[in-house]
């Protein structure tokens, strides 16, 4: 695994340098029980394809973006940071 | 003209070469025609191909094994060692294979290097068609580098001069590409020989990469066909035109009639006489022992003590292994030739045994038509079963007789045969270079060269260098030294470095927001100048670390977390506060402040001989902080500690970390104040049962089952883990974490697992002797019917059982009265 | 007595036998060998000087109108986040967007006309003619740690601060010092850091 990918504040770095978030989702919000919490920390849609998700960029900038990625071929298609959400593609 | 004279050691002999031969043609040309013996069955083998290719050259230069001495120029004082000597020399019996020992890494003379570069277009090959692709993107106004294996570019030389003046071209000699990886990242070598045993990895990122790297020659398949004496023609010509050497006086020239023909009047040229020149499918075998001495036909044989092959080319693409094609432009031969115009039809003597297919592993035609016999016809199969190029040269020599077989023999096509998949690095590349630099980095505190002048026995934390215990006369026992440092701390004073636990500001409007959410306690309503212990959970009520969290101002707090633990403590607050949109800021400051802490029934006496503050406890209680001066330094005073005695955590600045250690130390020298290590500081803690993230919990921990149902405010509205620990709550626990002690001496090691009427029930997580108790003393995970104060407990270690009992109250000071005087 | 401020590398500077003085409050090598001399190999090659004593802030969110007079100086690290640093005490009060992080970071000059091949030896940021600039600024790893580089050049010559947590400071050196062996790499002192840096601060 070596492929690039944009971090939006300082472009395109090693994959290296990033922390690997996970498929973003939604938090059940309270009052949902703890059958909602626990659906949602254990399973994941682990998609075969284009899938949002979270990555940090630990070894840089130290924010936290999100990228779309095709999971079977980690072309990565868009990255925005979490208050850019309206730019989403 | 004078040239100096280059002198090396073959076996033990001296070899002299002439400047530009390799080490394989000085060899050649000292007289030498067996340079190894074949892996499994012995068979003698001389050079081949002249061009890496193929594994018959390979020996040990100066230590390193498998170089490939083709390839590398012949440098004075050089030792070279044959490999694969003492084999036996039988078809039946696997060979003897000896090695000679690589040098243990500390010693080794090896320097490894890499360096990452980026370029616009990465041109593989400096032959003629690398050049003009090199000069052609260039002139584009496109950085170029340009990566050659030889140690000079070639071709016409008016070309070459133009691509070295050119500057946006960067040339690469010795180097060698093994791999294109995603993202368009090269791998190459690089062997600086002026510099001998300095090999550079080049990380090599392109938008665009050009294999200009021409086509290689393989060799026929025929019975004999791996004698010394059999060379392929690229390699006779390079001995002729690149080394003057003239390597046989009669030669039989095999393969297709143009090539033939035009290799002839090379030859004859050169002084050789060619005595015939015969097709592949005429041929019946090779003839020799030692050393090729004539071919033999159906018909006749010819008496020659040279056989060339105008073998198949194919092109040198090894590096693009596992890469889609699209993706690099071929140019010049690596785009024109392939199997499909170099499969040949192999003679009836190519399922012979003798005839080799594979030089590395002995596979020969035989093997290879009866295991397509045996039902294994698929060329994957072909491989798995009978090792075909599955050793050094990766496969490049025998694909073409492999396939080429497969296809007569079993009637498809070459393209339905296909070749096996094959994947990076080709060719092979060493551990080595593969590492690099050897350089772990350690992460040191200021105080970290006292410590050592204080005699400090080390340990790794993480990246964490911390003292254990500290031997200042070097007595070498552990015990003794962590009870005298144990005994300073309980009776007088000790002082102790902490800056390697995480330290974190949260600031903001909404950092008290930031903290209710994450921590399980409330913070937004703690009082500005008070500290709480508290816990992170995740999701599932799963305790993830634990800290202090001191209110510092309206919007701004300070985190202490478990050494090692920072980096993800700091992230998990980043995700939180970027998710929900918070307005905070989070700094990492755990390398800018230096803590200490100074513990001990003494260590108010000791303090206050560096500071005006008020240390009394009605002024100054447990748990509160202040801003002061010590040792004349601006600090903060903590009134926290891990202990179980009156304790203050100092910190200030890190660059005046040394400064405050040292008046530390010389206030409490009037009270034998000790530094003390991590392991003293394990024994201390271990008697007030505090628990340490990590070591007493595990992945799967919460806090009810720890003991710390305290932690977890149900009644705050939301935080991590609520939901969840709120449900457990109301469930049976399924394991307990308590309290142990046993009678003696001896403590079984942590981890060691704890039985009941000898059924496993859990284990111990931290066991010491406590000089308190006169007794080993721990924790211990047991199912809820062992957790009563009393029950009877078994530890086992290394087959011996300990018998323990249940504690439930704290081994030491169980009131807490000590820490709070 | 005033306390001593102590670099990371205090203990490197003390083994190599440097000429000790006050700078700036903190105690850092005039020179290792020769002050005449050492400014000189610089330029012609490549070394690594402890400028750990800088001032440092971080300022989070837009900057708006910020006057800052040389020595000081701005880099910016993103659109939302800045650094600054300067020999002299950044006149900043701290507040929720604004971190004093001088102790945090230590910071070590590389520079010559082989600093970029050094750089590249030890990261996989791009230091390519044109890919940083004089005064930009870039967060990125570097002998496998975080590392802040600013690129800080003298007289056309290219020149990087490299800031690191000062834990870690000692190990970046040494990768230093090892990348660069083969262009005669070697440690300078203040005197001829400062007619790098372009400021004076007599020693005390």
Redesign the interface.
């Known amino acids: 695994?070596?492929?690039?990918l944009k971090c939006p504040?300082?472009g395109e770095?090693?994959?290296?340098?990033f922390?690997f978030?996970g498929e973003i989702r939604q938090?059940p919000?309270?009052p949902?029980?703890?059958e909602?919490?626990?659906t949602?920390?254990?399973y994941k849609r682990n998609i075969a394809g284009v899938q949002w998700e979270?990555w940090?960029?630990?070894?840089?900038?130290?924010?936290?973006f999100k990228a779309s990625r095709n999971t079977l071929t980690?072309e990565v298609q868009q990255t925005l940071l979490?208050?850019d959400e309206e730019q989403r593609g | 003209m004078d040239q100096p004279e280059i002198l090396f050691q073959w076996n033990g002999n001296t070899v002299t070469a002439k400047p530009g031969d390799t080490v394989a043609s000085a060899i050649y040309r000292s007289g030498v025609r067996t340079f190894t013996y074949s892996y499994q069955h012995g068979r003698p083998r001389g050079l081949l191909c002249l061009t890496g290719a193929c594994p018959n050259c390979l020996v040990n230069i100066d230590g390193v094994p498998n170089v490939r001495s083709c390839t590398v120029p012949a440098r004075s004082g050089m030792s070279v060692l044959a490999q694969n000597q003492n084999v036996y020399r039988g078809f039946d019996s696997p060979a003897v294979k000896r090695f000679p020992a690589a040098p243990p890494l500390a010693e080794s003379p090896h320097h490894y290097e890499h360096v990452y570069l980026q370029f616009d277009v990465v041109v593989v090959g400096g032959g003629p068609c690398g050049l003009e692709a090199a000069l052609a993107s260039a002139e584009r106004g496109l950085q170029v580098a340009l990566l050659e294996k030889q140690p000079a570019l070639g071709g016409d030389s008016m070309l070459v001069e133009e691509v070295r003046a050119h500057p946006a071209i960067t040339i690469f000699v010795n180097c060698t590409c093994f791999g294109l990886?995603?993202?368009n990242?090269l791998g190459a070598v690089q062997i600086d020989y002026d510099r001998p045993h300095a090999e550079t990895l080049l990380h090599l990122?392109a938008a665009s990469v050009v294999a200009a790297t021409g086509a290689y020659e393989t060799q026929f398949l025929f019975a004999n066909n791996d004698l010394p004496g059999v060379m392929l023609s690229t390699a006779v010509q390079r001995l002729v035109h690149q080394h003057g050497i003239v390597p046989g006086k009669r030669a039989v020239l095999i393969g297709d009639a143009p090539r033939c023909s035009t290799l002839q009047i090379e030859l004859q040229a050169a002084g050789i006489e060619v005595v015939a020149s015969l097709r592949v499918d005429s041929v019946v075998s090779a003839v020799g022992e030692d050393h090729v001495r004539g071919v033999a036909t159906e018909a006749v044989t010819y008496d020659a003590d040279l056989v060339v092959m105008c073998g198949p080319l194919l092109p040198d693409l090894g590096f693009l292994a596992g890469t889609s094609p699209q993706s690099v432009t071929l140019v010049g031969a690596a785009a024109r030739e392939g199997f499909a115009n170099q499969a040949y039809t192999p003679p009836p003597s190519a399922q012979s045994t003798d005839a080799i297919a594979c030089l590395c592993m002995d596979v020969s035609g035989k093997d290879v038509a009866e295991t397509i016999a045996g039902g294994m016809g698929h060329i994957e199969l072909i491989k798995r079963f009978t090792k075909l190029g599955k050793s050094a040269c990766q496969g490049r020599m025998c694909q073409t007789a492999a396939v080429s077989l497969c296809s007569q023999i079993s009637g498809q096509t070459i393209a339905q045969v296909g070749t096996t998949v094959a994947r990076p690095p080709a060719p092979p590349v060493t551990l080595g270079v593969l590492a690099g630099m050897r350089h772990h980095p350690a992460r040191r505190t200021p105080m970290h060269y006292q410590h050592d002048q204080l005699g400090a026995v080390w340990m790794d934390m993480g990246d964490w260098k911390r003292p254990r215990y500290y031997d200042p006369a070097g007595i070498g026992n552990q015990e003794h030294c962590v009870k005298q440092e144990y005994r300073a701390v309980r009776e007088r004073a000790g002082i102790i470095d902490v800056s390697t636990l995480g330290k974190i500001e949260v600031k903001g409007s909404d950092a008290g927001r930031l903290l209710d959410l994450v921590f399980t306690h409330e913070f937004s309503t703690l009082p500005i100048g008070r500290i709480r212990y508290s816990v992170l959970c995740?999701?599932?009520g799963t305790i993830v670390d634990d800290g202090t969290i001191s209110r510092m101002d309206e919007e701004r707090y300070f985190i202490t977390t478990t050494t090692g633990n920072v980096?993800f403590v700091?992230?998990w607050l980043?995700?939180w506060a970027?998710?929900s949109?918070l307005e905070v800021t989070i700094t990492n400051l755990t390398a800018g402040l230096a803590s200490m802490n100074l513990a001990g029934p003494q260590a108010r006496g000791v303090l206050a001989q560096l500071t005006n503050c008020d240390l009394y406890s009605q002024n100054f209680p447990y748990m509160d902080w202040r801003q002061a001066t010590v040792a004349g330094v601006p600090a903060t005073l903590m009134r926290i500690g891990f202990v179980g005695e009156m304790s203050w955590e100092i910190v200030v600045a890190a660059e005046h970390g040394s400064h405050l250690w040292e008046q530390v130390l010389q206030a409490g020298a009037s009270v034998d104040l000790r530094a003390f290590g991590v392991e003293t500081q394990r024994v201390l803690r271990l008697e007030k049962m505090h628990i340490i993230v990590g070591v007493d919990t595990d992945a799967l921990s919460n806090p009810y089952e720890a003991g710390m149902a305290w932690v977890a405010k149900l009644d705050k509205?939301?935080f991590i883990g609520?939901?969840?620990l709120?449900?457990m709550k109301q469930n049976p626990l399924e394991r307990k974490l308590v309290g142990f002690e046993l009678e003696g001496h001896i403590a079984p090691p942590d981890g060691s697992p704890v039985l009941v009427d000898g059924q496993p029930v859990g284990w111990a997580t931290s066991v010491r002797f406590s000089w308190e108790k006169e007794k080993v003393i721990g924790m211990a995970w047991v199912t809820p019917a062992e957790a009563k104060h009393g029950t009877p407990i078994t530890l086992r270690s290394d087959a011996v059982d300990y018998s323990a009992i249940v504690v439930e109250e704290v081994f030491y000071d169980p009131t807490g009265q000590r820490l709070k005087m | 007595m005033e306390a001593q401020r102590l670099s990371a590398l205090h203990w490197f500077h003390l083994q190599a036998q440097a000429r000790l003085q006050t700078f700036f409050g903190w105690q850092l090598p005039a020179w290792y060998t020769q002050p005449a001399s050492e400014f000189a190999e610089v330029r012609a090659s490549v070394g690594i000087s402890d400028a750990s004593y800088l001032s440092k802030l971080d300022l989070r969110g837009p900057t708006g109108d910020l006057s800052l007079s040389p020595p000081a100086r701005l880099w910016k690290?993103?659109?939302a986040?800045t650094l600054i640093t300067s020999p002299l005490p950044i006149g900043f009060a701290a507040s929720s967007s604004v971190t004093d992080v001088s102790s945090v970071y230590s910071a070590i000059l590389l520079a010559g006309p082989k600093s970029r091949e050094v750089l590249q030896r030890l990261t996989?940021?791009s230091v390519r003619e044109g890919a940083m600039p004089e005064g930009a600024a870039?967060?990125?790893?570097l002998a496998h740690v975080?590392a802040t580089i600013l690129r800080s050049d003298c007289a056309g010559l290219p020149g990087f601060l490299i800031l690191n947590t000062r834990d870690v400071a000692e190990h970046v050196w040494h990768a230093l010092l090892h990348a660069g062996v083969q262009f005669g790499i070697r440690p300078f002192g203040m005197v001829a850091q400062q007619q790098w840096m372009g400021f004076r601060h007599d020693a005390a």
């Open positions: 695994m070596s492929f690039l504040n300082c770095r090693s994959v290296y340098e922390r978030g938090r919000s309270p949902a029980g703890p909602a919490f626990i949602y920390a254990l979270w940090y960029h630990r070894g840089g900038c130290g924010e936290w980690n979490p208050q | 990886y995603e993202g990242l990122r995740d999701e599932l980096d700091q992230q980043e995700w970027a998710a949109a509205e939301d609520r939901a969840t709120a449900r | 690290l993103t659109s986040h996989t940021l870039r967060q990125t790893r975080n």
